[in-house]
Every structure is written in C-alpha cells, then in structure tokens.
C-alpha cells in the first residue's frame, strides 16, 4: 500500500484542491467509516447525507458538493472515475514475480516468457504461448495451444481449453471456463447427433472476466470478445457470440449462440438474449431483461417486471393469463373492429 | 452407517413412540420405496397418497396422521425437523482424519491446527490460519490471509482469494469462489477503469455454500454473511452485500452489489435482487421473482409470471406490451381524467 | 484432421451429390467465409442470403436450396444432421492415449481399466471404477465410490462427490460439479437443520454436461440423468430431478428439487422450473419461461415477456402491478357480476 500527498494527487489528476496539499492519505474507506488516513469519495447522490459528518482526510467529489465537505476535498468533473485512479496508486496491484512453481506440469513444446509467473499445480499445454509478465495462477489448467498476451493475469482455478487466445492486460477470475463446446446438437431419429465445435475463442485486449463466467469456443468461427469488455460472474456466453469493445455485462447474463452485441453497450444483471441477434453500439439493457428480438437503434429497453406483495402480484398474473381476452373486451366496448384484434400476434418484430 | 431402536429415537428426540420401542433401523428411504430396516418420514402432503401402503420400519409423522399409519411411527409436531436430526445419527459425518497430503503446497508461514486435514493438492497460502478439525478438500486454492474457523470443511475445488475469513462449522461445496474482485467499473472516456476492490470478505458460523456459488470481496468494507446463512448452488453475491443471520436463498439467484438482507428471509430459486437495496427481516421472496426496490415489511413478495401454451401466452405478452394503452382506453370508458393516468409512472417506489 | 471426396461422404451418408464426386473436402466453414477446400451447410433460413456467394467446396442443404447453389452440393433430407456427421469425420476426436500421469493421485483401491487417460493433477478416490478408454482430464477430482462407464471423458476440472455413477460414452465439460448435497434444509426454532443428503446421482449413456453445471445428489434417492440427456453450461439439477432420456436443457436454467422430467423434452436458456413438478414427454419450453406447474400435455409452453425500450416497458409494468383493478373495471363496464370476478385467484392450477 503506498500513501499520498493530496498535492500530489490533485495535480496528477487534474483536481482542483480545497485545503491543506501536505495531507496525506493512506487507504480509501465509505465516507461514514472513514479515519484521518483515510480517502472517500461521493459520487452516488444515495451517500450524500454521509458528507456532512465524515471524518476521511479527504474526500473526491464534484464542484456541486464541495461547499458541503467538512475536510478537504479532491474537486473533480467525474468523482468515480478519480477515485479509482487514486486507489489503483493506494492500492498498486503487486509485481509478478518471475518463476515457475516446481509442481506446475508444462509441455516442453510450450513457450513461457522467462518474466511470467506459473503458479503450483498450473497445466500448461502443447504450444502455449505465454506472453511477459504474465500470471497464470494455481490450479490453472490450458489445454492445448491455448495463447496468453502480455501482462495478462489468470488468479486461478481457470480453465482454457484448446486453442483460446487472450490478448493484453486481461484479467480473469477463478471459476472460468473458456473455450468449452459450444451446445451444438443435430435432432436425428428422436435423438441428438453432437454437432463438432471446432471454431475458438479470441479475446483481445484488457478484458475482464468475472468468477464462474463460461465463455464457449465457436461452432466453426471463433467466439470473440473485443478489446476492453467487462464481464461479470457467473456469465454465460455462447458460441459464435461477438461482443464489441467496451461493452460491460452484469453477473448471471446469458447470451446465447451466434449472437452479436456491440461496442459500449451496458447490461445489467440476469439478462438474457436470445440467440442469432444483433444489438448495435450504445445499447443499455436494464437488468434481468429478456431480448428476443435485435436492438437497431441505441437507447435504453428493459423487461424485468417487478416482484410485489404475494397476493397481490398473484391477482395481476392470472389476469395477464386472460389479458388478450381483455383487450377484446376493451376493443368491443370501444366499438372497434374485431379484424384489427390481430394486433396480438405482431409480438415476434424487431425492436 | 449407525442403527437405532425407535425407543432410543423417541426419547432423544422428544417424539410419541406409536409401536415397538425395540424396533430398528438403519438408513432412511421415501415411504414409497421403504423396507422394514428404512425410516422414513412425512411432512410434504404431497406424498400422504404413499403413506398408507409403506412398508418402512418407521415413519416420522404428525399427530394427524398418525391414525393412518400402518406401521410403527415417532409422532412429531416438526417430522421434518426430527427427520433431520435422526437421519444425522444414521449418517453420521465421518471424522476428520488430521493430516496433511504430501502433495499439497502450504506455505510456510501459514498455521494449520494440528487436528485439519489437508487434502491432496491443496494449496495455502501465506498467514493462512486453519483451525481446528477443518478439512480443506482436494484442489483446493486459499490465496494469502485466509482464515477458516474450526470445524468448516471446504469439500474440494474451492478457490478463496485474499483475506477471506470463515467462522466455523461451515460447509462450502465444490467450485465456489469467494473474493473475486466486485464489479466495479467506472466510465471514463467510453472506456472503463477498473475500480480495484480492497474490501475482503467476512463469513460467520454454520454458513452452507452450494456448489459454484460465488461470492465478491467488498469495493471498500467487507462482503457479509452472518451465522446460519445457507446459500444454495450458482448464487452470485456482488460486493458489499449482507445477508442477515439464518437467512437462506435457493439456487440461481443474485444479490446485486451494496444490498442488504435482513434476518431469517427466504429467496426461492433465480430470484434476482437489484443493488443498493435494503430488504427487512423476516422477508419470503418467491422464485424467479426480481426485487428491484426496497421492501421494509416482513411478508411475501413474488414476481415470476408462470409459463402457459406458447400461441396463448405470446398474444398476452403482445398484449401486455400495450397495456398502459389498453388502461387509457379503459379509463376514458369509465370517464376518468387523462390527468390521472400519470399513474403509470410510479413503478419505482419501494414496495 | 481428415479430408473426403464429395463422392465417399455421399454414399456414406445417403446424400444425392450434385457435382463432381472426386472435389475434395478438408474443413468446415460458413458459406460465407468458406474456401474451396471447405465444406458448408445450409439448415437455418437466416443463412440463406450467403448461398449464391459462397465460395465454399460443397455444401450440406435439402432439395429446395439445391437450385441455388452455386457449388457442389451434397443433398439431404436433413442437411444439419449430415453436416454433423462429415464434420466428424473431418475433425475425429482423437484417440485416448492410455496412461496415468506421474502426479495422478489414485486410492490403491481404485480399478482403472488400463486403457483409461488419467490427466495431471487427477485425484480418484477409494473404490473408484473407472472404465475402458474413459478421459479423466487434468485437475478432476473423483471422491470415494465413483463409477465411469466405458469410453467417457471428462475433459478437465471437473469434480464428482462420492457415489456418483456415469455411463458410456458420456462427455462432461470443465467446472462441472456432480453430487454436492441438495439444498435440504428443515425449519427448527428459526433456524436451519442441514437434512442429511444421502441419495447419489445416476447418469446414462451418451449423456452431454456443459461446462460449470451442478448436479446435485438425492436427498434419499438419487438424482437421475437418463440416456442421451443434454445439458448446456451453467444449468443447475436440483436433488430427485429425474430427467427423460434425449431430452436436452439451454444454458443458465435451473430445475428445483423432486421434478420430472420426461423424454425428449427441450427446453431453453433460462427456463426456472419449481420443484415437486412433473412435466411429460415431448413437451417444449421456450427460453426463459418460469414453470411452476407440471404440464402433463405434450407441446410449446412460453414465458419470457421480451424486453421493450425503457419508457414504454416501465409503463406498462406499472399497469401490470394494477391489471386486476382494470379487470374489475372492465367487468363492471361490461356488466358482468362482482361474484365471477375471483377468477383472478387461479393462477395456480396445473397448466
């Protein structure tokens, strides 16, 4: 952990500084729990009735709340985003530590960069190609011709299976499995014929990937993810999926095969999109939505009904049982034609 | 394996002996598949059709239908409870084994109760503190800091990342992830920073865990369980959540990052709850519901709409796509204002 | 990797050739990126914008698109199923090469066929049986009394809890975890009793599991998979489940405890079914539907509402939380008796 001068920070940062620049600060906390050492941050206006009464040594906000800060105060157009570069100088991830564990199992044919770090009981196998300073961690298994780019860190646990490519800078936590087949089945006779899966998975750069989330190698292309997306836990991504760059998806999305997103879309949690669609760039899915149509214009769409009292939303669901029903009552009441009632079946166009 | 005698049961477990006290038994079974070594058990009126034609050597029941019993039983005002904990005699855990696999990889600094077992590729990193009678099963990862109280056992493949801290007695079943870095994420420049996670992760006494569950570190302050949580499989927990004492979730579920449960509530499966939200004790939220506000009084709250036949459910979703204009026509029908359709908008207030 | 003449592949896969039966072929491709030494296919309508383009060797399509097809072209009642089995003669899974690994920890009493692989990094338990020409990948770990039928792969990291027993030629994907307790727990004085978990789980033949899905032992019986079940990644099995042979499950669903489920069912991503359910043969759910009762008829069943853009999803979810008040509403406007209205109460009979 390193410590601070606020000086420092404001003119690294471009902040402007209200009050003393020797303070220092040597950890980060919530502005309710924050001590003297401590540096906070406000920029969810839900916190803002903890600013008064902080004891932090500084806090980072925006011009609009600094009049109401008690101690000094880093002042800055985008208040998150400071803080995170803040607490990476706090906080800077350790150094890799070149070396191989002595019970990681690697094929002779692999080639590992003599600064990367191989963890206990990590497989590397046939052709790898492990870039600088990488960390592949404990228990980690690659399965065959599996390339890793520099700087790229696999905490552990992970599984790559064969021919998955990670760009730069990536992260990825334990629990993920790359690069698995894809669900491809052939209905045959009453049965299911296992269609071969024999495309990828190319993941570029700075990419992130959460605990538990499983990434699927193409039916025949390859399943990729472009530079700088974020993914959550416990994800699932199909085949022959493409997610565009800087796209981020919350923990327990599913997005099924075949399927295109775009650059700098957001997808909030328990997502799902069906398979064979495309959404364009600049699209924001709120949570536990379910897209079964492609997005073509940039916006906001949701979908997730909210849960009410037990008796109440019980009373509301078998009336959405019988809601076409009611809306031919309605019409009739109206007067309106019984012909344009087919409007009900107009569910399946795009968005 | 252990045997009982019916009499011994029924005074250690404070039940109504109908029948032999010398009758034994030795495993448990369904009453539709029982033999006469089998206790069995009813609690679900569901299976009160199997009852009458048994042939376990016991059943655990309640007083009502202990009449249509046709062998001996243990009457209960819980059969359930008492099922339980007479099935754990039968079962018994078996004891730790101390000892530690030659293959596992602890570092040196770590300290491991005399009385754990470690199992074959293990690895523990450093100031570990296992205490005692803990099992940390085969593969498992505990990266630096991790502390286990005694008696917790870890069945394999687990992976706990930095500083993760357990209490004791508890269960945690393979693939689970603890302490992966939250979702944090900050926009800058259409880019995304990371925003690094420092919380850790607190567990407290008798938490069950279920297989590939995972679990973030805090952003800042710590992610909780309390005593007696019980989480079932591939729950995702974001960062800084706090989930009250003896509460328990079913499978598939996901709690967004900063929401708090309170005590003794039931999440049913694939039940997904917003962040930042605060749910009170004593609070049964029903499957597949989605909690994106508050709920501040105890109760039972739903939100999953069943399935039906695909033609009919499709013209009602198509429906319900224009509801809000079917509600303004029903409303000029019965000559309400235009100015109180505004109503439409208040679906954001805590419930 | 093979290669095959147009004319070989069509009289082994009774396909009419239209074209020259010495072109051969090397590769699979889509019709759009295909080369000349590529073999394509055309199943999907969605696709078939890319036929008169395509550059492919020859392609796989039914009679209907042979006119337009400007290659050769192999001719099939079902193009999908034979593209399937060239794409296995072309890419053949290859052969296991027996051995076990010098880091392989194996119980003494374990019996390994000697044509079994057993990966780095394998644990397999007391009592173990492991069958001719089975893949025990890299970091699985087998507890006590696991059988393996003949010619089954687990690819790697993958872990079985005592007890569990798979057939022939099943194929089992990383971070899959089989025979974790079920979520059985019994109410006793506001707190949890762990119900002791004793059933085991039976897997058929020919049985596919996507990487990261749980399988959860019985309760007192097993948890049974029967013949050529399907399952995608990140699907959670509740206990007792009992699933139809061929029938196969998209990604991300989740089936709660004691249902069943029967033969050639399919079901898609996201679907929630609630426990204690019986759904018969030949029944279809679309994605993520919610099934909380059995169906005991044969045919499509949905739920998912798909998402709408923001503003207008959010009011009409508001008028969903008041659709029974519009019901009454219109009752009254259609002069229908106050006492027929408590069919808003049904919602729960079976469907």
Not at 341 to 347: G, L, R, T, V
Request: proline share 6%; with cysteine; aromatic share 4%.
């Amino acid at each position: 952990m390193g410590t601070a001068s606020l000086g420092e920070l404001a003119v690294r940062f471009g902040c402007t500084l209200q009050g003393d620049p020797d303070t220092r600060v040597a950890h980060v906390a919530t502005l309710e729990r924050a001590d003297p050492q401590a540096l906070s941050f406000l920029a969810n206006p839900r916190y803002r009735r903890y600013l008064a009464q902080t004891k932090a040594g500084a806090v980072v906000l925006d011009a609009a709340s600094a009049a109401g800060c008690p101690v000094p105060a880093l002042i800055a157009k985008d208040p998150y985003a400071v803080y995170a570069r803040i607490a990476a100088v706090l906080y800077p991830t350790p150094p890799v530590i070149p070396g191989r564990h002595a019970t990681a199992v690697v094929d002779p044919s692999a080639v590992i960069d003599p600064t990367a770090a191989i963890g206990p009981f990590a497989v590397i196998g046939a052709r790898a190609r492990i870039g600088a300073r990488c960390t592949i961690g404990p228990a980690c298994v690659l399965l065959d011709d599996v390339t890793i780019g520099a700087d790229t860190r696999l905490v552990a646990n992970i599984t790559l299976c064969n021919s998955v490519v990670f760009g730069e800078r990536c992260l990825v936590h334990p629990g993920v499995v790359i690069g698995a087949d894809g669900f491809g089945l052939a209905p045959s006779d009453g049965e299911w014929l296992k269609v071969p899966q024999v495309g990828g998975v190319r993941i570029g750069n700075d990419v992130e990937i959460g605990a538990s989330t499983t990434i699927d190698r193409g039916a025949i292309e390859d399943t990729v993810l472009e530079d700088g997306v974020k993914l959550d836990n416990q994800i699932q991504i199909g085949h022959n999926v493409r997610i565009g760059a800087h796209t981020a998806i919350a923990g327990c999305s599913g997005i099924s095969g075949s399927t295109t997103i775009g650059a700098r879309c957001m997808l909030g949690g328990m997502v799902g999109v069906a398979g064979h669609l495309t959404i364009c760039d600049d699209v924001v899915v709120t949570g536990r939505s379910f897209v079964n149509n492609s997005i073509r214009k940039p916006g906001y769409y949701s979908g997730g009904i909210p849960a009410d009292e037990t008796t109440r939303f019980r009373k509301n669901a078998a009336r959405f049982h019988r809601l076409d029903e009611l809306a031919r009552q309605v019409r009739r009441l109206t007067g309106g034609t019984p012909g344009s009632d087919d409007d009900a079946d107009d569910d399946n166009k795009d968005a």
